[in-house]
């Protein structure tokens, strides 16, 4: 009998361990005996995701190293667990100029902190945000350390409306499980402060379904606290009162429903394929790990807790970011990866899919970066397989033919074609599109990060150079004539062009390569437009932070990539290099 109340007193301890530390099972009450009740449902609360483990970031807005950022946005920063609101302030959450504070409104709720500035941030300066490792979680856990990242502002506005892309469940679904989570992605960042039961609601009828709304990355999820009825229709509703990190609402509510049946969903998920798996080149030591997997995945538990990257014994600092829509999870290095060194990343069995299921077991995968060689590839990512990428909009007047894919994300107004000729497929706000956008963004971030570069005149005409990296003092750069690039017999040699404010090329200029140069391996970032004078033959990827402008005429035998705005073409011919 003593024996027997020896374990009825440890499970009465472990069970109160559990209501002091706050944790329940996603909002019923702890003993509940609902019998809807699902039993891995503890494992996937964000509340009580390893109570004795300390929490770590998982992703910020904006990323470490970032360039031209919007001077009218917030800055956000996400954990892996949930925080003690009264942790994180003003004097934990911190955003400096130099040494100079910048103050500001700090707001927490679920997963994530934003920090809103009381005036619009500087143009053309760099911030540095720092967490510090005073906040603690909902146990007590503190950071092991401050964490720390900077990035440079532009002197641009983000007024792009933020909308809904993608949910697990599309409206008019039937039979789905009545174990799932609801989740909805988002074509950008929002602001966590802005959502809550007033600005998101899940119901059966008119009633609102008991559960939590938590948020992070582009990815919002509702937890119910027990599964959902067989055979019901439910309907979920976001409200124009979420917003963006600079203010911008949803331009309309967006309203999805859908039915159950009656089954569990019991399968366990697994990773399709990953990557780098072998010996990869980095670009200036940046190169994002990511893995693809078999089905949706609860963006809740993929996080830097649970997606590693390591060399040796070393953890690489790091932000994980999940696309709902691709299924892919990224993790992105903070910081320069060595060249000629192997890295091994690890997913483990935190990881799960929306019915709470975790991987059968951890995933481990190793791959060797390359040896340093001058400047090495920017790597484009998904963004290689289009000829033409823009943000707000794609114009088109005239006979232009374009060989390679045209993609537009967050606008979706694309003309011209026809009389324009495609010889490729056309991504308007696609999975595709939003993946190659966001690698465009890197591969952008990567070049405006390279240091050391050459300072040469800002007019380019009539110049022979060789392979490297290259700014001018005015940050501009204009093509006036002819511009020579010489790889000097090395096919792989690569040419990277940094220009803070613009590029402009005069009428009948024209870029020639010889000795074994490649338009592939030429990249022109420019940080606000670019426009290309009539007539001109431009060679080399051309990576705008806003628009490009191709005049009539003109030939490009690269790409015309823009993040942000429009690309506007006028009887051209642009040619996707080959690999």
């Avoid at 530390?21 to 809807?36: R, Y």
């Avoid at 009162?241 to 999805?256: E, H, T």
């Avoid at 990249?523 to 990827?541: H, M, P, R, Y």
Wanted: proline residues 5%; contains cysteine.
């Amino acid at each position: 009998m003593n024996k027997f109340k020896n374990y009825y007193f440890l499970l009465i301890s472990i069970m109160l361990i559990f209501i002091i530390a706050g944790c329940s099972l996603q909002g019923v009450p702890t003993g509940s005996k609902d019998k809807n009740e699902d039993p891995m449902s503890i494992v996937s609360d964000p509340r009580c995701q390893g109570n004795g483990i300390r929490p770590l970031v998982t992703y910020t807005i904006n990323s470490n190293g970032a360039t031209n950022v919007f001077i009218n946005t917030k800055i956000g920063v996400f954990f892996t667990k949930e925080m003690n609101p009264r942790t994180i302030n003003e004097s934990t959450f911190i955003l400096k100029q130099g040494k100079r504070q910048v103050k500001g409104r700090v707001t927490y709720n679920g997963l994530g902190a934003v920090l809103t500035p009381y005036h619009e941030l500087t143009p053309f300066v760099t911030y540095t945000a720092r967490i510090t490792k005073k906040v603690r979680d909902l146990t007590g856990n503190s950071l092991v350390r401050d964490y720390v990242w900077s990035w440079t502002t532009g002197s641009g506005l983000d007024k792009t409306l933020p909308s809904i892309i993608h949910t697990v469940n599309p409206d008019g679904a039937t039979d789905v499980f009545i174990n799932t989570k609801i989740t909805a992605t988002f074509n950008k960042v929002m602001d966590v402060s802005t959502i809550s039961e007033s600005t998101a609601s899940f119901k059966q009828g008119s009633m609102q379904v008991p559960g939590r709304w938590f948020y992070t990355g582009l990815s919002l999820v509702f937890i119910p606290a027990v599964n959902l009825a067989p055979n019901t229709q439910y309907t979920g509703t976001v409200t124009t009162g979420v917003k963006d990190l600079a203010g911008n609402p949803l331009s309309r509510n967006f309203v999805v429903s859908w039915t159950t049946g009656s089954r569990l969903n019991t399968s366990i998920p697994y990773i399709l394929y990953k990557t780098p798996t072998i010996t990869r080149s980095i670009s200036h030591g940046v190169l994002t790990v990511s893995a693809t997997f078999s089905e949706p995945m609860d963006p809740l538990t993929v996080t830097t807790l649970n997606f590693m990257l390591k060399q040796g014994t070393t953890p690489v600092a790091g932000t994980v970011l999940y696309n709902d829509q691709t299924l892919t999870a990224s993790f992105i290095p903070t910081v320069d990866l060595t060249p000629n060194t192997t890295y091994t990343a690890t997913i483990t069995t935190g990881v799960q899919n929306i019915a709470g299921i975790p991987l059968a077991s951890d995933d481990v995968w190793s791959f060797t970066t390359s040896p340093a060689v001058g400047q090495v590839q920017v790597n484009l990512g998904t963004a290689d397989n289009f000829a033409i990428l823009a943000g707000s909009t794609i114009t088109n007047t005239g006979l232009t033919i374009v060989n390679g894919d045209i993609g537009l994300n967050p606008g979706i107004s694309v003309t011209g074609f026809p009389p324009g000729i495609l010889n490729g497929t056309l991504h308007l706000s696609d999975p595709t599109v939003i993946t190659a956008k966001l690698d465009l963004l890197t591969a952008f971030n990567d070049a405006a990060g390279r240091t050391g570069p050459n300072l040469v005149s800002s007019e380019l005409g009539g110049t022979t150079l060789t392979p490297g990296l290259y700014n001018s003092a005015a940050g501009t750069f204009a093509i006036t004539g002819i511009l020579t690039l010489d790889a000097q017999g090395t096919a792989d040699a690569v040419f990277i062009f940094q220009a803070a404010s613009t590029l402009v090329t005069a009428g009948n200029s024209s870029i020639v390569l010889i000795n074994g140069a490649q338009a592939k391996n030429i990249f022109w970032q420019v940080g606000s437009s670019a426009t290309l004078g009539i007539d001109s033959v431009i060679k080399g990827n051309i990576m705008a932070q806003a628009s490009i402008t191709v005049s009539s005429g003109v030939t490009i035998d690269g790409r015309a990539l823009a993040l942000t705005a429009a690309v506007t073409l006028d009887t051209n011919t642009i040619t996707k290099p080959t690999p």
